[in-house]
């Protein structure tokens, strides 16, 4: 059961990570919404934040903004010690414009991965994520 769970889990990951368009990224959520796992349900939340850039206006952008932000966190406060919870938030809090003051948690995020990779509890794919995509 582990084995299945860590597949599909790198899965999600490496697709999240191939995602090109709004196309791509709706079939993403649309394949995965069912699935309960919070290190799946963290990737939707930032694709789910993606959709806001496809609107043009900007209360429709930002109800799309607070909806899955409240969702992270909450998914968050449930599962504090998983690793792609925090990996994914860290992603959106440095990437958001710093107008909509989603940076709370950039350095909690950044020590509490950083341990993680120090104590190799995170699968090399990950890292190499990890690294490529935020400041770490």
Known sequence: VYTVFF???TEVQEEFHRLNNEDEELTFIEKYHGDLNPSVQAYICAVE???AEYRFNPMSKLRIFKKTKNKLEELILKNPKNIDLRYV????QEKTPELLGYKDNIQEDKLFLQKELSLNNI???LELYIHKNTSI
């Not at 938030?89 to 959106?92: A, E, G, P, S, T």
């Open 7 to 9: 597949l599909n889990i």
């Open 49 to 51: 934040m993606k959709q």
């Open 89 to 92: 938030r860290l992603l959106l």
């Open 123 to 125: 699968s090399k794919d």
